[in-house]
C-alpha cells in the first residue's frame, strides 16, 4: 500500500536527517580514532587486559586502525546513500556486538572512559550506553526506509567512495602514528605552558591562601611570602582560601602540569625551568624501546646540549628497568621517573620527543620522525627540529584532498548522463 504523498515527504525528509545524523557520529567516532591512533592503541590494551586477553596486546594497533576505518567508510557510505541495503546492516551488526559491551562497562566500570570518541569528547559508560540505544533505534529506521531515498553517486562508483574514504582514514592515523596527532585534543597540546607539578602545587595550596596570626590581642593577615616568626610573640590561628587573581593578558596561555621524580624526590622544578629551554625524551614503555634508538639518542642530546638546551629522559620504567637501560644504551642524559599516564598524553610515540622553550611546548613529535641528517648539520637549531611538520597544514591538505575526490567523483558519475540526456532527447512531432 503507496503511502499518501504528504507522508512519503515527511519520511523523505526524517530518513535523509537520520542518514546525516547516525553516518555523522560514525564518520566522528572513527576520525578521531584514526587521528590519534596512539591513544585509540592504548585504549585497546586496557579493554583486552582487563578482560584477561592479554595475549591479543599485539594486536592493538592493527584493530585500533582497522575499527577507525570501517566507523568512518560506513559513516560516509550511510551519509552519501551508498549500498543502501548492505550499509545499515553491517551498522546493525557492528552496535550489536558494541552496545552490550558498554552496557557491561556501564555496569562495572571496568574502564572508566570507553574512548567512543578519542580524547575528543569524553562521555560517562551510562551516556555512550543511552548513545548507541539511539544509534541502534536509528539504524533500525534506516533498515526499513533507506532504501526509499536515492544514493548521492551511482551503483557503479560507490566502491570508490568507500576507498577514499579508507584512503583518507589511513593517511591521517599515519601521521598520527609515525608523527604525532594532526588534531591535538590532550591538554598538552603545542603552544601549552608546561610547568611543575611541584610549583603548582604551591599556588593552589599556598598562594591562594592568607594566613592570619595573633599577637597582643590583634590579629592580622599574611600572605606565604610574609608569614611572621612565631619567636616575635605571633601565634598562628587560621588560614582562608582567596580568589587568585586573574592571570594578565600576557600570560593567559593555558597551562598543564607534570611531576617528575627522581628517586621518589619530586624534581620538576629543577627540570621545567621556565626561564630555560628543555628537551623532553619520553619513554613510555621503556622495555619496548629498541636498543637501534640508542645512537640517535645520544646524538640528539649531543646536538640539543651544544646548542644551550638540557636534555632530561622521563620514563614511567621501574628503578631495575631504568639501570639496565642506561647501562645498555650508554645514555649521556639523565633519566628520571614519572606517571605512565601523563607521560603518554604529553606526546605520542615509544620514544617521543618534546621541546620546551621559555615554559612553553614548542613542538613534539616521535623520536622516528626527526632528521637524522638535520643533527649533523651545524647550522640546524633546536627550534628548527620540527620545521618539517605542520599538523594544520598537513591535516587541511588531507581534507580538501579527500573532499575534491569525492566531488570529482560525483561529477565523473552523475554530469556524462545528464549530457547525454540533454542532447538526446526525442524531437517533438510538428503539426503539418
Known amino acids: 500500500m503507496r503511502l499518501p504523498r504528504n507522508k512519503i515527504s515527511f519520511f523523505t525528509v526524517v530518513t535523509l536527517l537520520m542518514r546525516l545524523t547516525v553516518g555523522g557520529v560514525f564518520m566522528f567516532s572513527g576520525f578521531v580514532k584514526a587521528v590519534d591512533p596512539w591513544g585509540t592503541y592504548y585504549k585497546f590494551n586496557e579493554y583486552l587486559l582487563t578482560m584477561g586477553l592479554d595475549n591479543l596486546v599485539s594486536l592493538s594497533l592493527i584493530a585500533a586502525v582497522t575499527l577507525a576505518a570501517a566507523e568512518f567508510m560506513l559513516g560516509l557510505l550511510l551519509a552519501v546513500g551508498a549500498y543502501r541495503r548492505v550499509t545499515p546492516w553491517l551498522m546493525l551488526l557492528f552496535l550489536l556486538v558494541m552496545t552490550p559491551i558498554t552496557l557491561w562497562l556501564a555496569i562495572t566500570d571496568a574502564v572508566p572512559d570507553c574512548g567512543c570518541f578519542g580524547d575528543a569528547l569524553h562521555l560517562s559508560n551510562w551516556s555512550t550506553f543511552g548513545k548507541n540505544l539511539l544509534l541502534t533505534a536509528g539504524v533500525v529506521y534506516l533498515i526499513i526506509y533507506n532504501r526509499r531515498l536515492p544514493s548521492i553517486y551511482g551503483p557503479a562508483v560507490q566502491w570508490a567512495a568507500a576507498f577514499f574514504a579508507f584512503v583518507f582514514v589511513v593517511s591521517v592515523a599515519s601521521e598520527g602514528y ?125 646536538f640539543a646540549s651544544a646548542r644551550g638546551v638540557g636534555v632530561y629522559g622521563i620514563t614511567s620504567a621501574n628503578e631495575e628497568e631504568m639501570s639496565q637501560w642506561n647501562d645498555i644504551s650508554m645514555a649521556s642524559y639523565p633519566l628520571y621517573s614519572a606517571d605512565d599516564s601523563e607521560i603518554k598524553m604529553l606526546a605520542r610515540g615509544n620514544p617521543a620527543v618534546v621541546y620546551v622553550d621559555q615554559g612553553i611546548i614548542r613542538w613534539k613529535r616521535t623520536l622516528s620522525s626527526v632528521s637524522r641528517s638535520a643533527l649533523n648539520d651545524s647550522s640546524m637549531t633546536v627550534e628548527s627540529l620540527s620545521d618539517d611538520f605542520d599538523p594544520d597544514a598537513d591535516m587541511m591538505s588531507i581534507f580538501f584532498t579527500f573532499v575534491s575526490f569525492l566531488a570529482l567523483l560525483l561529477v565523473i558519475n552523475r554530469i556524462p548522463p545528464l549530457v547525454l540526456r540533454l542532447f538526446h532527447r526525442k524531437p517533438k512531432n510538428k503539426e503539418s
Open 178 to 302: 609515525f608523527i604525532q596527532p594532526l588534531i591535538d585534543y590532550r591538554p598538552y597540546e603545542v603552544g601549552t605552558r608546561l610547568t611543575s607539578a611541584a610549583r603548582s602545587s604551591q599556588s593552589v595550596d599556598e598562594k591562594n591562601y592568607v594566613f592570619i596570626y595573633e599577637r597582643d590581642g590583634v590579629q592580622q593577615q599574611f600572605s606565604i611570602d610574609s608569614v611572621p616568626d612565631e619567636e616575635d610573640g605571633w601565634v598562628y590561628v587560621d588560614r582562608r582560601h582567596i580568589k587568585p587573581a586573574e592571570p594578565a593578558v600576557a600570560d593567559s596561555v593555558p597551562s598543564h602540569s607534570i611531576a617528575v621524580r627522581d628517586n621518589g624526590l619530586d624534581v620538576s622544578d629543577m627540570i621545567l625551568d621556565p626561564e630555560g629551554r628543555q628537551l623532553l625524551l619520553l619513554f613510555p614503555d621503556l622495555p619496548d624501546v629498541s636498543i637501534a634508538y640508542t645512537f640517535v639518542l645520544n646524538q640528539l642530546n649531543d
